[in-house]
Structures are given as structure tokens and as C-alpha cells.
């Protein structure tokens, strides 16, 4: 069974540029998170779906970021107006139905610089 | 306010000899902590992971111990082997829906 994808792998972009990233979650798996990682930092929480719909996007930092998960597999963060300080490894985990205690699997990040 | 902090950026232990990771968290709700071990390039992948109504969890060289009047857990990693040689990240669940807060990380190192 194939793990957490994501893709691209890497993507660089400049200032003000529109950005997509991909998260293909293990087959079966209902809840869906997208977290982003700054240097030397831990992964920060953006947002969580249950299926199909955003049940909790308060991690998101502003209306540049949005995320859609249309049929409840895959997920496609999106990114407008992009921004240096946006430069970080985007990850994304998947659990089997989301429930406390439940573990999340991830991905291995798609790492974004910003020039 | 960082609401789970890991104050070791790093530590370094001889190969066999046990590994002691720290974690601090501040809010009492939390219900699970987990701890998540990351090499470079690779996302997280779970390790072991404690309920806040247990004071210990084991898994075979890994035990987690968890003292809630301090708001403290450890990992202890025994015995340490160079493979063990990653980045070690504390995060706590507080929620029904499983968002975790993370730590900033200890970055191990097992020498030969």
C-alpha cells in the first residue's frame, strides 16, 4: 500500500506568482491535514478535512491560502500573491478517520522558496 | 506562546548508551502526545505515542513517560543505535478533530 504522496517535490516560484500543491492521501484514509514547516521550526498546523469539506482551516494565515479536497481524496493546497516569507516545506498527513488518538501519516513535504 | 517546547535544539549520545528526549507542554487539556521522528528530506513518521490518563507507554527500545503535574514527557530511546540519528519532534492533541501542536525539535545524534 503506497503512503501519503505529494508533488511537486520542490517547487520554486517568484514574488507575486500563483502556486498549487498536490497531496495524494493513503486510499481509504477520511481526514486529510496540511501543515507548513519553517526553518528550524516544527510543522504548524493550516488545515483539517473530513472528507470533502474544510472542518477546521484556523491554521490558514490568510485569504492568500486556500484548500480544496473536491471528492474527498485528493487535496490541493493553493497559494495566491506569493510571498518570500511563504518559503517553507508544505506537508500533508492523512488519518484514517481523523478521531482523537488516531494516527496521522506523512507525506515528505513539498519544500516552496519564494524568490 | 508556544504551547508544547522542546529546549534541547540537539543532543549527542554514544551508540548503546540511552537517549533521553524532553518535552514541555503548557496547556492541561491536551489528550495524546506523540512523538514523531523526521529524517532529512522525509516527512514525519510516527513513533510512539502516550494518553494523558497513562504515565508510561513502551515500545520495545522506546518508552514514553508522561508526568502531568509538571506538564512534562520524555522519550527515552534504549539502547541507541545510529539509525536513532534524526530530528525527534514532541506534539500534543487537543482536539476531537487530531490537529497537532508541534515543538520545534531535537535534532539527535548516535555515535559509533
Known amino acids: 500500500g503506497a503512503g501519503v504522496s505529494q508533488t511537486p517535490s520542490n517547487k520554486v516560484t517568484e514574488k507575486g506568482k500563483y502556486v498549487e500543491l498536490r497531496c495524494d492521501p493513503i486510499s481509504g484514509h477520511t481526514a486529510l491535514y496540511w501543515y507548513r514547516q519553517s526553518l528550524g521550526q516544527g510543522p504548524e498546523f493550516l488545515i483539517y478535512f473530513q472528507g470533502t469539506g474544510a472542518a477546521d482551516d484556523s491554521g490558514l494565515p490568510n485569504d492568500r491560502f486556500f484548500a480544496v479536497r473536491p471528492e474527498g481524496s485528493v487535496s490541493t493546497l493553493k497559494i495566491q500573491r506569493t510571498e518570500r516569507g511563504d518559503s517553507a516545506v508544505y506537508l500533508c498527513a492523512s488519518s484514517y478517520q481523523g478521531g482523537a488518538g488516531e494516527t496521522q501519516y506523512f507525506g515528505p513535504g513539498t519544500r516552496l522558496l519564494v524568490l | 506562546d508556544q504551547q508544547v517546547k522542546q529546549n534541547s535544539p540537539s543532543l549527542s549520545v554514544q551508540e548503546g548508551r540511552i537517549s533521553i528526549l524532553n518535552c514541555d507542554y503548557t496547556?492541561?487539556?491536551?489528550?495524546?502526545f506523540l512523538w514523531y521522528k523526521k529524517y532529512p528530506a522525509e516527512g514525519p513518521t510516527f513513533l510512539i505515542s502516550?494518553?494523558?490518563?497513562?504515565d508510561k507507554n513502551e515500545d520495545g527500545r522506546f518508552t514514553v513517560f508522561l508526568n502531568k503535574s509538571a506538564k512534562h514527557l520524555s522519550l527515552h530511546i534504549v539502547p541507541s543505535q545510529p539509525g536513532d540519528s534524526a530530528v525527534y519532534f514532541c506534539a500534543a492533541e487537543g482536539g476531537s478533530q487530531g490537529n497537532l501542536i508541534f515543538g520545534k525539535g531535537t535534532k539527535l545524534s548516535v555515535k559509533p
Open positions: 502516550i494518553s494523558s490518563i497513562k
Open positions: 496547556n492541561s487539556m491536551f489528550d495524546y
